[in-house]
């Protein structure tokens, strides 16, 4: 089975610009999850989706928005592009279960210059 | 809200020594999940080992076993015969049950496994 996989993998964006990443979950998979890997503040919790619906969502502003298509591939935003926003961003899937062990994508580096 | 704590920035062992990896957390829910998370250089996040926090026994995973102490909130990483591939960042983990998928990171571990 192939694994979590996420485009693209490196971007380079200038303030004030919008990035939309992609994510594609494990087949069958149905959960993604995005988080946030920065060296000052680690790795944070950004938003859930399942089955098209939002279902948890983490500490971050309203810039960083995301949605879930009905094949489960998810995409996330960031509008309004700020320096502090360069990060790893990790998605990560799981099958469907409340509760379920999550498997990680390589993750997509973005530079904010 | 939950809190995880990893004490240990940076540990080294030799290769073929064990070594064990400390985690703490806090949280007033009876009904969760741990997990230790391996991030090597190439930053792709591994699932190393899981602990449902109504199993008594500890999880293990070839070479991989977890100390799960849960009225102390401990759940430390013991890595037996180390080898160099195991040279990574090492992250705890929590996860409410029934809330979703959402977990919640301790601030890492750098593991350096040395020849």
């Known amino acids: 089975k192939a694994g979590v996989t996420q485009t693209p993998r490196y971007l380079i964006k200038t303030r004030g610009q919008q990035v939309t990443l992609s994510c594609s979950p494990i087949?069958?998979?149905?959960?993604v999850s995005w988080y946030q890997q920065t060296p000052g503040q680690g790795l944070q919790f950004l938003f859930e989706?399942?089955?098209?619906?939002?279902?948890n969502k983490g500490n971050f502003p309203g810039r960083f928005s995301g949605r879930q298509f009905s094949n489960s591939r998810s995409e996330m935003n960031v509008s309004t592009l700020e320096l502090g926003d360069s990060a790893l961003y990790l998605c990560a899937s799981s099958t469907s279960g409340a509760t379920d062990t999550q498997y990680f994508g390589p993750g997509t580096r973005l530079t904010v210059l | 809200a939950q809190t995880v704590t990893q004490s240990q920035p940076e540990m080294s062992v030799q290769e073929a020594e064990t070594v064990t990896l400390s985690c703490t957390y806090d949280?007033?829910?009876?009904?969760?999940?741990l997990f230790w998370y391996k991030q090597p250089p190439s930053r792709q996040m591994i699932l190393v080992i899981r602990?449902?926090?109504?199993?008594?026994q500890n999880a293990t995973e070839n070479r991989f076993s977890v100390n799960f102490q849960k009225a102390a909130k401990s759940f430390s990483l013991k890595i037996s015969d180390s080898q160099l591939g195991d040279t990574a960042m090492y992250f705890c983990a929590f996860m409410k049950q029934g809330a979703g998928n959402m977990l919640t990171f301790g601030g890492g571990t750098r593991l350096m496994v040395k020849p």
């Open positions: 949280t007033s829910e009876n009904n969760y999940y």
């Open positions: 989706y399942f089955s098209e619906t939002q279902r």
């Open positions: 602990q449902e926090a109504y199993k008594q």
């Open positions: 087949s069958g998979h149905r959960s």
